[in-house]
């Protein structure tokens, strides 16, 4: 599938089904074009899915876990439920500009986006390591202008397929920030999607059996 119809799909489709899934799944408000049997059906699927649940479950591990290593915490973020994307919106509105991508790092990873306290070790770390790496460029090489999101992709690992602290940001590793943001990037990346597309493939599935059986 090509950028721009992976762009199109996620700015057409996938933020209304993730609402919606978020308005069923969370707060069990069934849309209005899904039937009263298709809704509790649905509701019954996710609590007794034994594949979603071991999923469900992965996911909570994986945000509790230190992947910053022994010792560096849980890896946190101060994006609440905002999108990476929108963040970016945020702060290229405020700097007047498309932000760098250590820009937006701190702005993610800093409590109340003050650019400075940061929320956990592992971002503290990484921030050090950056403004490090950048001093020391500037000084091997005072003439010559430096290109700080190829450092920061330099410093920064890389974690399950997008580089690490920038959110859905992050899977756009070999454009720049600013074209992401300003083509709209996905505000949901790869995996995310998948799962959802899976989620409904399931319930099709088990709708058209309960169909055939009642017949």
Request: with cysteine; charged share 30%.
């Amino acid at each position: 599938m090509s950028y721009a119809i992976y762009d199109a799909w996620c700015r057409k489709a996938a933020i209304p089904y993730t609402s919606n899934i978020y308005l069923i799944a969370k707060k069990r408000i069934s849309p209005i074009y899904l039937t009263e049997e298709v809704f509790e059906h649905y509701k019954r699927m996710r609590a007794t899915n034994e594949a979603f649940k071991k999923k469900s479950e992965q996911m909570s591990t994986n945000r509790k876990s230190k992947v910053g290593g022994s010792g560096t915490g849980i890896s946190l973020h101060s994006a609440g439920s905002i999108s990476a994307r929108q963040h970016g919106d945020t702060l290229e509105k405020k700097l007047q500009r498309r932000p760098t991508r250590k820009e937006m790092f701190r702005h993610l990873h800093t409590h109340g986006h003050d650019g400075q306290t940061f929320v956990d070790q592992r971002s503290a770390k990484i921030d050090t390591e950056l403004t490090r790496r950048l001093e020391e460029m500037s000084t091997q090489t005072p003439d010559t202008s430096i290109d700080e999101d190829a450092v920061y992709l330099e410093v920064v690992p890389e974690v399950k397929g997008r580089v690490y602290g920038l959110g859905s940001q992050g899977y756009h590793r070999n454009i720049s920030l600013g074209e992401a943001s300003s083509s709209r990037g996905p505000a949901y990346g790869p995996y995310e999607l998948e799962e959802l597309q899976r989620d409904h493939q399931r319930l099709q599935e088990t709708l058209l059996k309960e169909r055939m059986e009642r017949q």
